[in-house]
């Protein structure tokens, strides 16, 4: 699968509480309405720019702090279609892969905000349109590779009612 | 992958081992048993959507799940509430335990009730599970959907960390606390420092300190990135749970020829109390470098600095003495029994006196939902674990985050003030 989208450049330690604020996220279980405050306190205006199938480029550390998986639901319901970053914090990492947001850990330091990128997410290879740069991805464990594939860790515990890491993922 | 199969084993190594009836080496993943799991009010109505995503009728082992009410409690709006009749029909439907309103903050609850104990393997849908760390519990922060696939099958995979291992010698000066440890640790290992590995904490310094200082240290294990903060266990431990677990449980120590990603030496004889300053936690100095700052609002508690031994430590200083004029102090003790202890000894007696505001056990204003959310261009100072712009509920207030000591003197002063002035 190739994809495509604008990429939204932010920093290192973009945490939890950024993405998605906690004075917003304990009201309501309601995503779309969620994701109209994404990155608000760090970046006003992101939710009215960001476009279906954006990418967010960060530095390191990105989804630090809280475990709110109304992180990456608030992400996905904005339009963004994954988040490039040098690396993740844990929890984040896993409820973004969990929810079937892509998280890429890849070298990002080159890329900028605006640039045009192209995504093959089989090979794990970021294509930078604007800039003429190509940079891959460090491989996901096959675990995570294996609940990205269902779709997410809803879709994959309801299809096998467990957790597996053998070879079939059954 | 390559392991160390035949060295010695550290104690991440040793509990997701145990858990998972393999040798495990750190960078290998495993699916392990769960002894017990935890979801609050800000987690658990999506773990529970999530669960009924997953088609569950039935939770593997429901007497090892507690959904706790704390985050926003008691309810400041209609929306919030029927997220909390959410939790309390899910609860009921499977047969949870569910603390309410009034119960405390999560992790303490977990630890009143010795649902973690020495040994076990615990994940929280909060990033600070990570506390029960200091009680030898290999725990850590999840997400909503990892716990609901906790609930439904009572296991989950972990890949299992590396190990850096601190040691924290010498003798804490009066006036410095456990809290300023951990302030100096994150300071110096940074908000990424330890990302994906476990951290192994002791010493000199750490065995001296009591258990709710040690849970102080270890809650601020995930502000380094780190997903679990363990200690031994010793006599200290041990006498916590006597009487109170209500199963056996078997302590886990590190093998002498484990094996570490780091190793780093503390000496803190001579440590000053330390502040974080806005807006990182990392982002920290000693107190002298931010005295005189002026405070609009102080907290003390949080699954940071809420227990007995932290009220205890900002009464001496507010004692007889009152908050200064234009200053509100927030005082929420960690739960119910810790409140029927400090109440038993005082305690809210001197908070109410000095002027401060007691309010029922739970989160209070950490996370920025209700019960002191401060005003445009205010600072604040707290025993919290995160200053995060905004995180309060106010991306234009400022907030400084200290030991108790460090936060009743502040109040007192009405800026940032050093509590050894106090000691």
Redesign the interface.
């Known amino acids: 699968m190739v994809i495509r989208g604008r990429a939204h450049r932010f920093g ?2 973009i ?1 939890t ?2 993405i998605i ?3 917003h ?5 309601d995503m779309d309405e969620l994701a109209c405050h994404v990155m608000e ?2 970046d006003p205006g992101f939710y009215e720019r960001c476009q279906e199938g954006d990418f967010i480029v960060a530095g ?2 990105f989804g ?7 992180a990456p ?1 608030a992400l996905k319901h904005a339009g963004v279609a994954g988040v490039l970053a040098e ?1 993740f ?3 984040y990492f ?2 973004s892969i ?2 079937g947001l892509l998280a890429l850990v890849c070298d990002t330091s080159q890329i900028k905000d605006g640039d045009e990128l192209e995504i093959d997410v089989e090979e794990g290879i970021i294509r930078d349109m604007t800039f003429g740069l190509e940079v891959k991805s460090s491989p996901l ?3 995570m590779l294996d609940i990205l594939e269902e779709g ?4 994959y ?2 299809k096998h ?5 053998e070879p079939d993922g059954a | 992958m390559e392991g160390n199969s035949g060295v010695g084993k550290t104690i991440s190594e040793k509990i997701l081992g145990a858990h998972s009836g393999s040798e495990t080496t750190a960078g290998e ?3 392990a048993e769960l002894d017990y799991m935890m979801a609050q ?3 658990a ?2 773990a529970i ?2 669960f009924e ?4 009728n039935a939770v593997a082992r429901p007497e090892r799940v507690a959904l706790c009410i704390d ?2 409690a008691p309810s400041p ?1 209609r ?2 509430s029927e ?1 909390h009749a959410i939790m309390r029909e899910f609860a009921m439907k499977y047969g949870l335990e569910l603390n309410d309103v009034g119960e405390g903050v999560c992790h303490q609850v977990m630890l009143d009730k010795a649902h973690v104990v020495p040994g076990s393997l615990v994940i929280g ?3 600070h ?1 990570c506390t029960y760390g200091a009680v030898n519990a290999f725990a850590t ?6 716990m ?2 906790g609930m ?2 009572g ?3 972990f ?1 299992v960390p590396e190990t850096i291992k601190v040691t924290v010698g010498g003798t804490l000066p009066a006036g410095v606390f456990a809290k300023d440890i951990a302030l100096m640790m994150v300071g110096d290992i940074t ?2 420092g330890a ?2 590995m476990a951290l192994e904490i002791g010493g000199e310094a750490i065995s001296g300190l009591d258990l709710d200082g040690r849970l102080a240290i270890s809650n601020l294990a995930v502000e380094m ?1 780190a ?1 679990a903060g363990l200690m031994e266990a010793d006599e200290k431990t041990l006498e916590f749970f006597e009487g109170r677990a209500g199963r056996e449980f078997e302590p886990v120590s590190p093998d002498p020829d484990a094996v570490y990603a780091r190793e780093i030496e503390y000496d803190v004889s001579e440590l000053e109390p330390q502040v974080a300053r806005p807006h ?1 936690v990392d982002n920290v100095t000693a107190v002298g470098q931010v005295e005189g700052t002026p405070v609009s609002e102080g907290l003390i508690g949080t699954c940071t600095n809420g227990r007995l031994a932290d009220l205890r430590a900002a009464a001496e200083i507010l004692k007889g003495r009152k908050v200064a004029p234009g200053v509100r102090l927030i005082v929420a003790p960690a739960s119910r029994e810790v409140m029927l202890k400090a109440l038993a000894e005082g305690l809210i007696e001197v908070f109410t006196e000095a002027g401060g505001a007691v309010m029922c056990p739970g989160c209070a204003s950490c ?3 209700h019960q002191g ?1 401060p005003g445009d261009g205010e600072n604040v100072i707290s025993t919290a674990n ?1 200053n ?4 309060m ?1 106010n ?1 234009e207030a400022f907030i400084y985050l200290a030991s108790p000591a460090t936060v009743a003197a502040s109040c007192v002063e009405g800026k940032i003030a050093d509590p050894r002035r106090y000691a």
């Open positions: 290192d330690d945490n509480d950024y604020s906690g004075r996220k304990f009201k309501t279980l306190d760090l390191k550390n630090c702090g809280s475990s709110r998986e109304q639901l690396s914090a844990r929890i896993r409820n969990n929810n464990p096959k675990v997410g860790l809803v879709e515990m309801k009612g467990r957790l597996s890491l | 993943i495993v699916i009010d800000g987690t109505p999506l959507r999530s995503g997953m088609e569950g985050h926003n709006l929306s919030v997220l849908a909060d990033s599970t922060g999840v997400g909503s959907t990892d609901a696939a439904l099958s296991s989950l995979w890949r908000a990424d990302t994906y990135g997903k990182t996370v920025g939902t959310i995160r995060f712009k905004g995180r509920g991306p």
